[in-house]
């Protein structure tokens, strides 16, 4: 017993020593940003605009939108419905994974976590999907992979003080998949699930808020509670000493949380389809806040393990658990029990 609770304390120590390590890189990313000097005249504008609208219009896709003609394979490419100031970002990008059956299979979004940097794990698990009836998708995120800028760390201009480009990203990010989902439809598909770690799983659990077609949702130390990853989280301390320089405190970001935020938000599916995982030892997406999403979205799944916000023991957990759920979903293929050396997904997702 006393050799178990050892081990569990070098477990922790160590999970906290490299997520401290993540954290501080991340927040010396963010201080090389400085906000511009309209920043707080922009916030205000930012809040008076959306002070009586509905959330959903944020996510609404735009009157006029041509949508693209989807690949069978191979990389989609198109203009963001909501282009923001950097052009690179600009451009929407996913890779397709189809299965043997074609795309009237059901199909997986997956969506990486901030500053990830190698997408070899994912297209490992696309392939594992495959062989499981399943086919994949691969979003590149704002500012992430295909978008990210030259000269830029991945996601490096993802989430900052700068709230409101990042806020234009989350929209961008949810409204582009929106586009990629209903145009799946539009090809034979009847079943589509996302699963999303950290930065990605608050993508996707916006997505699941405000897209009818997603009826699958795989959560894994998603970033729900916006305010306290601002205003409270060790990733985030130059972020807010960046607001607070130009003298924005969290009484001045907290109306227009409504716009990001997962847990102000009800699901558009029930939520027996709906599994979350947290790490037991994560300060960023800790687990009593995805607990509390848990409660709120009553039925829905939740598991944690021992493992920071930075660790490989969540994805194939997440994979292995949604087969157990929804077994009839998983009916082609094996189990989704591999050896654990070959259970990494191959990239670091700091936050």
């Known amino acids: 017993m006393k050799s178990r609770t050892l081990l569990s304390r070098i477990d922790q120590t160590r999970a906290m020593a490299v997520d401290l390590v993540s954290f501080g890189f991340v927040n010396l990313l963010q201080a090389r940003h400085p906000l511009p000097a309209d920043f707080c005249a922009e916030w205000d504008r930012f809040t008076v605009e959306w002070a009586n609208r509905p959330v959903e219009e944020f996510y609404r896709l735009p009157d006029g939108f041509v949508p693209p003609e989807l690949p069978d394979r191979g ?3 198109f203009r963001s419905p909501y282009p923001g100031e950097h052009e690179q970002n600009n451009q929407a990008a996913f890779d397709f994974f189809p ?3 074609g795309w009237s299979a059901p199909t997986m979004l997956l969506a990486h976590g901030l500053m990830s940097v190698s997408d070899f794990g994912y297209k490992l698990w696309a392939r594992r999907l495959n ?3 399943w086919n994949a998708v691969f979003v590149h995120l704002p500012y992430h992979y295909s978008r990210r800028l030259p000269w830029h760390f991945h996601g490096e201009l993802c989430v900052g003080s700068e709230l409101l480009r990042t806020a234009a990203g989350i929209r961008q990010a949810v409204v582009e998949c929106r586009i990629v989902l209903q145009q799946l439809r539009k090809k034979g598909g009847n079943l ?4 999303g770690t950290s930065y990605g ?3 996707m659990a916006l997505l699941g808020c405000f897209e009818p077609l997603l009826q699958r949702l795989i959560l894994v130390e998603p970033i729900l509670h916006i305010d306290n990853a601002i205003w409270r989280a060790p990733s985030s301390v130059s972020l807010r000493a960046g ?3 130009v003298g924005i405190g969290p009484e001045d970001t907290a109306m227009n949380m409504r716009l990001v935020c997962p847990v102000q938000q009800k699901p558009l599916m029930p939520g027996e389809h709906i599994l979350m995982l947290a790490g037991q030892y ?3 997406a800790p687990p009593e806040e995805i607990q509390e999403l848990h409660r709120l979205w009553a039925g829905s799944h939740y598991a944690s393990f021992p493992q920071g916000h930075v ?3 969540l994805m194939p957990e997440s994979f292995r658990m949604a087969q157990e759920l929804w077994a009839s979903d998983f009916a082609t293929g094996p189990s989704f029990t591999a050896p654990a050396s070959e259970l990494k997904p191959g990239t670091l997702d700091p936050a």
């Open 75 to 77: 990389r989609l490419l």
């Open 201 to 203: 799983g608050w993508i």
């Open 243 to 245: 607001l607070r320089r």
């Open 131 to 133: 062989a499981r009836g």
């Open 99 to 101: 299965c043997a059956q």
């Open 192 to 195: 589509f699930g996302g699963w």
């Open 311 to 313: 660790g490989y023991t």
């Open 282 to 284: 994560d300060q960023i």
